[in-house]
């Protein structure tokens, strides 16, 4: 079983601002049940701590352009 409700949120990286109508909010066990292809990063790892997020390709280049978007 995994939760998933969706909702409108602002996002703000440097200076700029991003209103997303389309936001899921998962349970980190979103994963164990449906899969989706993994540009970067680790699956294993996905979801497991608060305050973290999986973006699209579209909107990771929307927001962070050639960077990387994984911090840490």
Do not use: H, M
């Amino acid at each position: 079983i995994t939760r998933i409700a969706n909702r409108e949120y602002q996002f703000e990286y440097q200076n700029r601002s991003f209103i997303e109508s389309q936001v899921f909010i998962v349970d980190s066990t979103f994963f164990d049940i449906f899969t989706f292809p993994v540009i970067r990063g680790e699956t294993s790892n996905l979801l497991n701590e608060p305050y973290c997020a999986v973006l699209t390709e579209s909107t990771a280049k929307k927001y962070f352009g050639d960077n990387n978007p994984i911090w840490g």
